[in-house]
């Protein structure tokens, strides 16, 4: 899945972004989950970089997640998009609970500082 992902992120331009800042956020224009994710970053002191992606992104995003789970034969229940999708050092961390889950489990501050995002 994580391939697929950026393939389309590759397609949408946002490599040189993904790699070129410690944190990055991409999502939905407008969505309140942006900023859920970005205030809990600024809280310990990491000011991700906010990129929102259009509305047919992200109809790509969900047909290829599900086309994914298609070809791997698990067609049962079809997914909704991974928005936000949090990137930190340059690697998919993954959406907001992924990052609620590392930070819960004390994981995120260490990643933080080693993608040099935080100097605690």
């Given at each position: 899945?994580?391939?697929?992902?950026?393939?389309?992120i590759?397609?949408?331009?946002?490599?040189?972004?993904?790699?070129?800042?410690?944190?990055?956020?991409?999502?939905?224009?407008?969505?309140?989950?942006?900023?859920?994710?970005?205030?809990?970053?600024?809280?310990?002191?990491?000011?991700?970089?906010?990129?929102?992606?259009?509305?047919?992104?992200?109809?790509?995003?969900?047909?290829?997640?599900?086309?994914?789970?298609?070809?791997?034969?698990?067609?049962?229940?079809?997914?909704?998009?991974?928005f936000?999708?949090?990137?930190?050092?340059?690697?998919?961390?993954?959406?907001?609970?992924?990052?609620?889950?590392?930070?819960?489990?004390g994981?995120?501050?260490?990643?933080?500082?080693?993608?040099?995002?935080?100097?605690?």
């Open positions: 899945m994580e391939q697929l992902l950026m393939i389309a590759k397609e949408e331009g946002l490599i040189p972004i993904v790699e070129g800042s410690m944190v990055v956020i991409v999502g939905r224009r407008g969505c309140d989950m942006n900023f859920v994710a970005q205030r809990l970053l600024e809280r310990l002191k990491a000011y991700p970089t906010i990129y929102e992606v259009s509305e047919e992104f992200v109809t790509r995003m969900t047909l290829m997640r599900n086309l994914g789970r298609t070809l791997r034969g698990d067609s049962k229940t079809l997914v909704a998009p991974l936000p999708m949090i990137f930190i050092g340059g690697k998919l961390v993954g959406g907001l609970d992924q990052l609620i889950d590392i930070h819960v489990t994981k995120l501050i260490p990643m933080l500082k080693e993608a040099y995002a935080i100097w605690l």
